[in-house]
C-alpha cells in the first residue's frame, strides 16, 4: 500500500524533474530516478521514470514537431534501436559500477569540451551521419544497462550546434523512440508491479504541471541561457554518475 508521504515525495520529484526537462529538453532521470530511490526500490524509480519521462517527451516532440530535424533524429534512433539489446549484454558481463564509473569520466570530458569549444567557434557543424549512428547507438546500449540515454544525444546535437526549441524537439523525437524500445522491454521482463502501476498513477498530474511549469521557465530562457543550462546539466549528470558508481 502506497503512503500518503511516498506518494507527496514522488509528485514533488516528478513536478520539479518534470519542468527541467520540459525547460532543458532532457534531466527527467538525472533528477527522478537518484531522489525516488529514497523513498521507493530503484527499479520502481526507474520504471516511474520511463512512463512519467515518456509523458513529457511525448508532448514536446509533439508541440514543437516542426523544429524536429528529421535526418538527425532518425540516425539517432537507428543507433538507439541498434544499441538497445547490446546494453543488456553489456551488463551481463561488465559491472554497473565500472559502467557508471567510466561513463562518468567520459561525460564530464564531454561537457568541458562542448562549454569550451562551443564558445570558440560557435556555430553548426557539417553532419557526420555515420558518428551521428554512432552515438544513437551509445544511447541506446545506455538505456538498457543504465537506464541513461540521454548523455550521447545531449553531445551530438550540442556539437552539431543545435540549440533552443531545436534541440528539445529533436531529442524528444529520439526520446520518444527509446521509451517505445525500453517500455515494452520492461514489461515483457515482468518488472512491471501493482507498486509501479500505483506510483505512475500517482505521477500523471504531476508530471504534467511540470510540463506547465517548464513551458514559463523555457519560454523566459534567452538563447545563451538555454545553452548553458544544457552543458552545466551535462556536466553535472557526469559528477553524480562518478559520485553514484564510488558512493
Same mark, same amino acid.
Given at each position: ?13 516528478? !513536478? ?93 570530458? /564531454? ?29 541506446? !546500449?545506455?538505456?538498457?544497462?543504465? /537506464? ?11 556539437? /552539431? ?87
Amino acid at each position: 500500500m502506497l503512503s500518503a508521504g511516498t506518494a507527496l515525495w514522488v509528485a514533488g520529484i516528478v !513536478v520539479l524533474a518534470g519542468t527541467v526537462q520540459r525547460a532543458v529538453g532532457f534531466g527527467f532521470a538525472l533528477l527522478a530516478v537518484p531522489l525516488m530511490a529514497f523513498v521507493v526500490p530503484t527499479k520502481s524509480a526507474v520504471v516511474v521514470v520511463f512512463l512519467s519521462g515518456a509523458l513529457s517527451s511525448v508532448w514536446l516532440a509533439g508541440r514543437l514537431h516542426r523544429r524536429i530535424e528529421w535526418p538527425t533524429a532518425g540516425r539517432l534512433g537507428v543507433g538507439a534501436v541498434l544499441g538497445a539489446p547490446l546494453g543488456v549484454v553489456i551488463l551481463r558481463v561488465v559491472s554497473a559500477t565500472a559502467l557508471r564509473a567510466a561513463l562518468g569520466v567520459l561525460i564530464c570530458a /564531454a561537457a568541458a569540451w562542448i562549454i569550451v569549444s562551443s564558445r570558440l567557434a560557435p556555430g553548426r557543424s557539417a553532419p557526420r551521419p555515420a558518428r551521428t549512428v554512432i552515438l544513437g547507438l551509445l544511447s541506446g !546500449v545506455l538505456n538498457t544497462a543504465l /537506464a541513461t540515454s540521454g548523455p550521447p544525444l545531449v553531445y551530438e546535437l550540442r556539437r /552539431a550546434g543545435f540549440g533552443d526549441d531545436d534541440f528539445r524537439a529533436t531529442i524528444s523525437a529520439v526520446f520518444v523512440l527509446a521509451n517505445l524500445i525500453g517500455l515494452p522491454l520492461l514489461v515483457a521482463a515482468g518488472l512491471v508491479t501493482a507498486l509501479d502501476v500505483e506510483l505512475a498513477a500517482v505521477a500523471l498530474v504531476p508530471a504534467l504541471a511540470g510540463i506547465a511549469l517548464g513551458s514559463v521557465v523555457g519560454r523566459r530562457m534567452t538563447p545563451g541561457h538555454f545553452l548553458w543550462a544544457v552543458d552545466l546539466l551535462l556536466l553535472a549528470t557526469g559528477v553524480l554518475t562518478v559520485v553514484k558508481a564510488f558512493g
